[in-house]
């Protein structure tokens, strides 16, 4: 069974620039999470989703960051305009349902210049 | 919320020595907790969990025991490997329950031969 696929697996922009990931979880999975990942920190929500309805996404700075899971299966997260600070790993997890184990991706490194 | 501490690292240890990787946890009632381990270059995998106190989880080797008295989930194992090299994350479900994990900071393991 594949596992959660995510790409790119690495970026790198100019700030200003917009950037965009792209999330497909297990098939089947109805939850599907964002997450952030700082270097030399653990993981942070920023959204998450239950089929295709965001239900948490009181971590995402919305004047920049949006999402998207259209058909309630693959995702999109975007950055429009990058800023220097955003600079961090993206990660994508996915479970059956939102009480179940949490499978992620290899995650995007995203680095702003 | 639900919050979780984990001691920082990097813990190196020489290959066959006895780990252990600290973990302390706020929590209202007793939530699931989860260690993950996230090996260079790949995504968080889930390692063990224990669901409910005094539960014991164990996987490759390694264990952690949910001590309520102690509000601590100390993940343990006898003799490491140096395919054991990897970051360890402690983490534990957000406060509302809707499958949002809280994780810690991270502690790297570096195992040498």
């Known amino acids: 069974e594949a596992g959660v696929v995510q790409s790119p697996r690495y970026k790198i922009i100019e700030k200003k620039q917009p950037v965009a990931f792209w999330c497909n979880p297990i098939?089947?999975?109805?939850?599907l999470y964002w997450y952030l990942q700082n270097l030399g920190q653990g993981p942070e929500l920023l959204i998450r989703y239950e089929n295709e309805e965001a239900v948490d996404d009181s971590q995402l700075p919305k004047d920049r960051f949006s999402a998207e899971r259209l058909k309630g299966v693959d995702s999109t997260l975007k950055i429009q305009p990058a800023e220097l600070g955003d600079s961090a790993v993206y990660l994508c997890?996915?479970?059956?349902?939102?009480?179940?184990?949490?499978?992620f991706g290899p995650g995007t490194r995203l680095t702003v210049l | 919320g639900n919050s979780v501490t984990q001691m920082e690292g990097p813990v190196t240890l020489s290959e066959e020595a006895f780990l252990t990787i600290n973990c302390t946890y706020t929590a209202t009632g007793y939530p699931s907790l989860f260690w993950y381990v996230q090996y260079p270059g790949e995504g968080l995998q889930l390692l063990l969990k224990a669901t409910k106190a005094d539960d014991k989880g164990s996987n490759k080797g390694f264990e952690a025991t949910y001590r309520k008295e102690t509000t601590s989930f100390h993940l343990e194992k006898g003799s490491v490997q140096v395919s054991d090299s990897a970051v360890y994350f402690c983490a534990l479900p957000g406060s509302s329950n809707t499958g949002k994990l809280i994780f810690g900071q991270g502690t790297t393991l570096q195992v040498k031969p």
């Open positions: 098939s089947g999975h109805n939850t």
């Open positions: 997890a996915s479970s059956l349902r939102g009480i179940d184990e949490q499978f």
